[in-house]
């Protein structure tokens, strides 16, 4: 018998990406493949890519010069690169990079295994990227593919692909096309199967998901039903917890723009979601968020997480923030600061802006930020959402707070490791064997930044999922 031959998925970019490679493995795997432990051990490696920002670009030319080396030492790998870093340069990746078997984009995941088989049976470099997705052919969702969960009991469902804002920093609408809603009914059916496989937490994705569904109701209206055009992530919220084994309901990201009363009532009103919410700010400058498109102002913003704090009790916020937009002052940063400091965030992704060719921030190069003055306000800024998340964290001692667990801590195996409802990591000692995918109360002993620390009280709900993963002990 031969071996089976082995693949190995490198994901660079956001959860969306990451649900994406899921399904690329698992089409690998239906197609006979079995998973490596790393790119050395593999016969196909697949670079699934981002370009949110410049140095998501270089690491995959430096990741690509590796594979290189390793092609030339065994000339029967195959090496696949799709994302939407291949979708954005998929002439500049042939180009610099010959040894590619296959380039794919964002809109053909599901063709992977097919390209794969066309570069093997012709010797040559295969390319296809599609302009958009076909929205009639459901093999196009992601979701409606097969998965390799990269673990059992929590799972990733699209709920929305694409993105039809125009953020005028942000390249994902060039390399996501327009936004495309998933009937409720359907991802209401893929979370009924994931919890009968023992799923407990699900996250819901799209890249503005407070529109979900504006685009199925619109088409629905214009079928000649009597429907109001109006998003329902609502609706989805409420029909998601309601699934019996669900624990658990997160997602990201809505656009504060968007984040309307139904969707805090729904999240209010619906146990099963976490107190969670993820609301990128971007800028804390009127100004800027009106050279952004961001559709807010910061009192606004400000507003409606006030409405989403009064109605969610112990609602942790979570944000995404931009430094140095073209033409930023010291008195829009200054505002950025102040906002932030009022949001009082848990924690924050903050970013130094990265000019991406194609979008419209990056024609200003006259007013780009000089990098020392960024590189300041960036430090100044970190400073800020470090003492309001510390504060966060330090309010949670002595309280007990209930964890699914995740595993033991990477540094420290006798560790314990596992996410509060807020999405809160907490070390505990691991006393007693827990199956990870369990779910256990911890009492918060002591604070950091970035984690708590806690010991076990005891495991409320064992794991139910049907893989069998080894015994945790301490
Ligand atoms: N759809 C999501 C954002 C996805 S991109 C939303 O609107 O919330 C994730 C984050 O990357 C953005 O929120 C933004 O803060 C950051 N980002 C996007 N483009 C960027 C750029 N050109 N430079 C720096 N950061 C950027
Ligand atoms: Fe980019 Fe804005 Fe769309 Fe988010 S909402 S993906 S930042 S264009
Ligand atoms: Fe990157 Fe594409 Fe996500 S650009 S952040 S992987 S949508």
Redesign the pocket.
């Known amino acids: 018998m031969t071996e089976p031959r082995r693949y190995f998925v490198r994901t660079?970019?956001?959860?969306?990406?990451e649900h994406d490679s899921e399904r690329i493995a698992g089409l690998l795997e239906a197609d006979g493949l079995e998973a490596a432990g790393s790119a050395e051990d593999a016969d196909v490696v697949v670079l699934n890519?981002?370009?949110?920002r410049e140095n998501?670009d270089n690491k995959l030319y430096g990741t690509l010069g590796h594979l290189k080396s390793l092609k030339d030492r065994r000339p029967g790998l195959q090496i696949m690169v799709g994302?939407?870093?291949a979708q954005k340069d998929r002439d500049a990746i042939v180009e610099r990079a010959g040894h590619v078997d296959v380039v794919f984009g964002?809109h053909n995941v599901h063709r992977a295994v097919e390209l794969l088989h066309e570069a093997s049976e012709t010797g040559r470099s295969v390319v296809e990227i599609l302009e958009e997705t076909v929205a009639e052919d459901h093999e196009t969702f992601p979701s409606a593919l097969p998965v390799r969960r990269e673990v059992p009991w929590a799972g990733w469902v699209t709920i929305q692909i694409g993105c039809d804002n125009s953020c005028a920093f942000c390249?994902?609408p060039a390399?996501?096309g327009k936004e495309i809603s998933r009937p409720l009914a359907d991802v209401v059916r893929e979370v009924e199967a994931a919890a009968a496989d023992g799923v407990t937490e699900v996250t819901l994705l799209g890249?503005n998901v407070n529109s979900y569904g504006r685009d199925l109701a619109l088409a629905a209206r214009q079928a000649g039903e009597d429907v109001r055009v109006q998003p329902m992530f609502a609706e989805l919220l409420r029909a998601v917890g309601a699934v019996a084994g669900i624990r658990r309901v997160r997602y990201t990201s809505p656009h504060p723009k968007d984040l309307r009363a139904e969707t805090i009532a729904a999240m209010a009103e619906t146990p099963e979601v976490c107190e969670h919410l993820h609301l990128p700010l971007q800028s804390g400058s009127d100004r800027v968020l009106a050279e952004m498109h961001r559709g807010y102002t910061a009192e606004r913003y400000l507003e409606r997480l006030a409405a989403a704090r009064a109605a969610i009790p112990d609602l942790a916020v979570t944000t995404d923030i931009i430094v140095g937009f073209p033409g930023e002052t010291d008195d829009d940063f200054e505002r950025t600061l102040e906002v932030a400091a009022e949001a009082a965030y848990d924690s924050a992704y903050t970013f130094i802006y990265s000019p991406r060719p194609g979008t419209e921030a990056a024609e200003r190069t006259e007013d780009f930020v000089a990098p020392e003055v960024v590189a300041e306000r960036f430090e100044r800024l970190r400073i800020v959402v470090e003492r309001s998340g510390l504060a966060k964290h330090e309010a949670r001692v002595g309280r007990v707070e209930e964890v699914l667990v995740e595993g033991p801590s990477r540094k420290a195996p006798a560790v314990l490791t596992g996410r509060t409802r807020q999405n809160k990591l907490v070390h505990f000692a691991a006393v007693q064997p827990i199956k990870a995918g369990s779910y256990a109360t911890v009492r918060v002993t002591s604070a950091a930044p970035h984690h708590l620390r806690g010991e076990l009280v005891e495991v409320t709900v064992p794991a139910a999922h049907r893989t069998r993963l080894p015994l945790l002990v301490g």
């Open positions: 660079f970019g956001c959860q969306m990406n890519t981002c370009c949110i998501a994302g939407c870093l964002t390249i994902v390399v996501r890249q």
